[in-house]
């Protein structure tokens, strides 16, 4: 199974700044998703992170609030932009890999992020 | 579209009691339907996966099943231990790899 590294794996901002999120698999893969967690929450997806491609955002998401980089197979940074105290969330991001004759699916530690 | 329920949302039993938990999906056609555990403040670990021509797997004590046709997965977890407090997510995977996650169910086991 695929190992995932995320980068932060917290940290605390001020309203109105921004964050990257770093995602770091050990094979590689094509399909790269990132997810976020609201607190008491379960998990919504926010895009598909496509390499040499722009990112597919969900409905709810934006990419000028969400900027997604992809540069290759192993590797994707999310950006949180403009964050305010609603962005406050685990934010994980996940890879499919087929095995076993199927897709399974398997997620980094997450990001945890305060704003104040 | 797709949704998600897990019954109940929240469960607490002692330890070597047997937990079932309840999963629920309101569109039959999925890919696969994947068990997931999640600790406090932590990433989701894969339990259990289940291609949607399969009816269960299992894993140690752990056996989830899968009835397409009514849109439902149950997850078993025999003699249960402290060790496996935790919040349990179902989540049904489509065809182009997106995952649709239930609520969770957060499970304690009590020594």
């Known amino acids: 199974s695929a190992v995932i590294s995320q980068k932060p794996s917290r940290d605390i901002c001020q309203r109105g700044t921004s964050l990257t999120i770093q995602c770091q698999v050990d094979s590689q893969v094509t399909m790269m998703f990132w997810y976020r967690q609201q607190p008491g929450q379960s998990l919504t997806l926010i895009a598909t992170?496509?390499?040499?491609?722009?990112?597919?955002?969900e409905s709810g998401f934006v990419i000028d609030k969400f900027p997604i980089s992809r540069p290759n197979l192993t590797f994707s940074t999310l950006t949180v932009s403009n964050m305010s105290p609603e962005d406050s969330s685990i934010y994980l991001c996940?890879?499919?890999?087929?095995?076993?004759?199927?897709?399974?699916?398997?997620f980094g530690p997450g990001t945890r992020l305060t704003v104040l | 579209k797709q949704e998600v329920t897990q019954i109940p949302a929240a469960l607490s039993v002692p330890e070597g009691e047997n937990l079932v938990l309840n999963c629920s999906f309101t569109d039959s056609a999925i890919y696969n339907l994947q068990w997931f555990r999640q600790d406090p403040g932590k990433g989701l670990t894969s339990l259990l996966l289940?291609?949607?021509?399969?009816r269960e797997q299992t894993s140690g004590r752990l056996n989830a099943s899968l009835d397409k046709s009514s849109g439902r997965s149950t997850l078993y977890i025999a003699a249960s231990q402290p060790g496996d407090s935790a919040t349990y997510l179902c989540a049904v995977f489509d065809s182009w790899g997106k995952l649709q996650f239930g609520a969770g169910t957060q499970v304690v086991v009590t020594p």
């Open positions: 992170a496509n390499q040499g491609s722009e990112a597919t955002y």
């Open positions: 996940s890879v499919v890999e087929f095995e076993s004759s199927t897709d399974t699916q398997y």
């Open positions: 289940i291609q949607s021509s399969q």
